[in-house]
């Protein structure tokens, strides 16, 4: 019998242990009533230290943008939306669901996705929704508070990740593509919108681009999809996933504030980066954040081929410059793996108050039968920090349910660590 998802949250201190003043141990979830599956793919904490998950929920067999905010002790917050959870449906949409969110100065709270647009083959386009504090939406965006944006010479695109810059512009990143037999050429996709939802024309001339990698040297396709974004001091857009179809690497960009490739970054605003190693097969960028210093930090994961294929975790961090910072495990990269589990990936990423980085993600044990909450905190040099779960590592699982992922992380005011994602009901 499969598992229906739920919205699954945990809350760690800072010496990693769960934190039992958050729904008493340290663990809930949370069911949308007329939904059969449920899935936060991306989380933040307002000014006001309430937690807002989204992703979504499939309600009458179509997923839908789905939202809820907690109290910070973990109980649903019942002055969003009356019962703390709402669903939002496109209506000439198929299926969409929310991927990434940010919190804006206004305490509203913008959400992107994709929506699978009927009258086009029902493919994916950019889908964007703004609420207001209460969850209500937020007309004075795009007049019904949703949007969609096509890029029209592609059939098939979606954000991954956003961000909100100094000017209250939302920027977006994900993929534009062209399926099987059509070339399979997949770029890198931004958009940038002002604050009512137009596209910002200043932005590439017309508000969006796509930024293409070097084939592939198996297959000679294209194939780059960006899977997270940061925003540094100077306004330049950090673009962070994966470059290959068969060798998978991690890929970055990045771009001047009008949207021009920073030459500055790489010599020519481009780069790709291999976990070197005659085991090591594959390896993507999941999440990028930029350190006190300037420093750009990568985290995904990298596949190990030594008698099975298995993930593990893997980091990187560069210069300003886009070279890899030789003072962070040696050589600017590393990879963890965790003997408990058999595979893991880095989904999300934090750095906290002493520069220390927090990763979460999920771990699969094929003893276990399934998956878990897996996270691992690095001291800024990239050794593991032995002060967090003794060894630098540590996984949760919610007991009744044998999959559980983690997709999103934040820190609080507290220096708490929060992880939301998925858990069977």
Known sequence: MSE???????????????????????????????????????????SKGRIVAAGYATVGGKQRFALARYKKDGSLDTSFSTSGKLTTDFTSSANEAATALAIDSNHRIVVGGFANIIGTGATPQFALARYNEDGSLDTSFSTDGMLVTDFTSYTSESISALAIDSQGRIVVAGYAGL???????????????KDNGDL??????????TTDFPADPVDG??????????IDSKGRIVVAGRSGSFGESFALARYKEN????????????LVTDFAGANITQSSVRSVTIDSKGRIVAAGYAVVNSGGFSGQFALARYHSDGSLDNTFASNGKLITDFTSTTSESVNAMSIDKKDRIVVAGSGYS???GGYEFVLARYKENGDLDSSFSHDGKLGTDFTSSLNEEANAIAIDSNSKILVAGRAAA
């Open 221 to 230: 396709k294209k194939f780059a999809q960006a899977n997270a974004i940061a």
């Open 366 to 368: 094929g003893a276990a």
């Open 200 to 209: 910002d024309n200043t932005f590439a001339g017309n508000g969006k681009l």
């Open 4 to 46: 229906n998802n739920q919205f699954a949250l945990a809350r760690y201190n800072e010496d990693g242990s769960l934190d039992t003043t958050f729904s008493s141990d340290g663990k809930v979830k949370s069911n949308f009533s007329s939904s059969t599956d449920e899935v936060v793919n991306a989380m933040a904490i307002d």
């Open 259 to 270: 949207g021009d490739l920073d030459s500055a970054f790489a010599g020519n605003g481009k």
């Open 179 to 193: 399926p099987e037999g059509a070339g399979s050429s997949y770029k890198f996709a931004l958009a940038r919108y």
